[in-house]
């Protein structure tokens, strides 16, 4: 008990005489922090969450990405970060702004590219949900960086993803003409083998053959027009903007010639756009009308020729499934050796690829047409809201922070002070250098009794 008595009243003594380095620290490092807290600029953060609706569609590529995982490929959120923080997005994120209007040097592009950068957070729940906060110290400002924000990142991932499913439709399409290529070479094969051995003993398989060749011119015109159309669909396109070249009335002149859908109509224009251009400059209000008609006929020329090229790819699908059907009832009506029947063997792996791949085709434009109206999979559970009070700097915390670190720079220099000092103030402490006592000096402070 008296020792305990003794520590507190040294403890009570060495803060007596330690006040003025004790009390000095904390009234400094507040004074500091506080001032700090008032002339800190105010910061104001606004934050968007957004739901993320899973894909109930698969990309037919993840079948066979073996080494790809498929929640890694179809999951929307697995490059969040990457995406967000990218240097592409934050551009993007500044010119929406407006924040690089008085910016000329790359120094200072550099620069502003690092402080929006540390002003986005960013929060992924559970992979299904979103949430993208920015700081500014215009509230305005920081509610429509955040929608912003989301809004590029929901672009990027949807532009990405369709890039992805166009791409793996053309190669399915790829792949399928490869295959139908090597189908049709093995049925002429097979067919012309056994057209000759039946011309030598009829079985009444010559219609069949009949039909076959009939199929096949049939097929060749088909494909002859469809790239006529095509020829024409481009020129279609192109002329818009060539109008009114010298080059672009002749490519007129030559359409009009050509059995397009509406030649007519673009005939009849033709010749009063002629005839106004004879009196007038292209830039008179009549030539002006007459060539506005005439783009607007072209946009109805190229609808018409795609609707023309989608119907005959359509007649050529279904000539080859008759040709089809028509090989696979030559093939079971004929007997053959067994060279014949390794040829055969050939055409049925051919079939079976070639249907496999035009499964996987039609699973792929699936995707892609899906893929078209992706941006509806995002629905805004919380919109960024324009805030009302700074998030940042929070006085308290500031001011808080700055008392308790100058109470414990108090304490840490109080208990230096003593331990640099040597004075000695009691009997103890002679004990410590270890010295011979010469005398003692009474302590007037006590009261002595007689």
Known sequence: MSNSQINL??????????KMIL???????TVICTTAAFLLPRMYESSIRILVQRSEVKNPLTAIANAMSESAIDDPLSSFDEIIYSQKVIGQLIDSLGLAANMYTEAERRSLHVKVYKNIQTKVQQQESFTITYLSDNPHQAQRGASVLADI??????MAKN???QLTVEFYQAKLEEFQQKLEASQRQMVSKIRGRAQSSPNGNMYLYTRLDQLDQQIRDAEARIKENEQNLATTLALPEQ????????????????????SIELRALLKNYEEILSKYTPKHP???????????????????????????KGQIADFRSDRGKIV??????????NGDQDKQSNYSVYQRLYDEMKV?????????????????????????????????????????????????????????AELLDTTIRSPKEIDIFRKPIIGLLPDARKKTSI
């Open 9 to 18: 009243r040294e403890i009570i003594n060495v803060v007596k005489r330690r």
């Open 23 to 29: 009390l000095l620290p904390p009234v400094i490092v």
């Open 153 to 158: 990142y929901i672009q990027t991932v949807t």
């Open 163 to 165: 890039q992805r499913n």
């Open 243 to 262: 109008i009114s070249t010298t080059s672009g009335l002749q490519t007129l002149f030559e359409l009009q010639r050509i059995e397009v859908p509406y």
């Open 286 to 312: 009549e030539a002006t009308k007459i060539s506005t008609q005439i783009i607007e006929l072209l946009d109805r020329i190229g609808i018409a020729l795609r609707a023309e090229i989608g119907k005959k």
């Open 328 to 337: 696979e009832q030559i093939l079971n009506t004929s007997t053959e050796g």
């Open 360 to 416: 996987k085709l039609e699973e792929a434009q699936i995707s892609l047409s899906l893929g078209k109206n992706d941006e509806n999979r995002y629905t805004v559970i919380d919109q960024a809201l324009l805030p009302l009070y700074p998030s940042k700097p929070s006085h308290i915390m500031i001011v808080g922070g700055g008392v308790f670190v100058g109470i414990l720079l108090g304490i840490i220099s109080v208990i230096i």
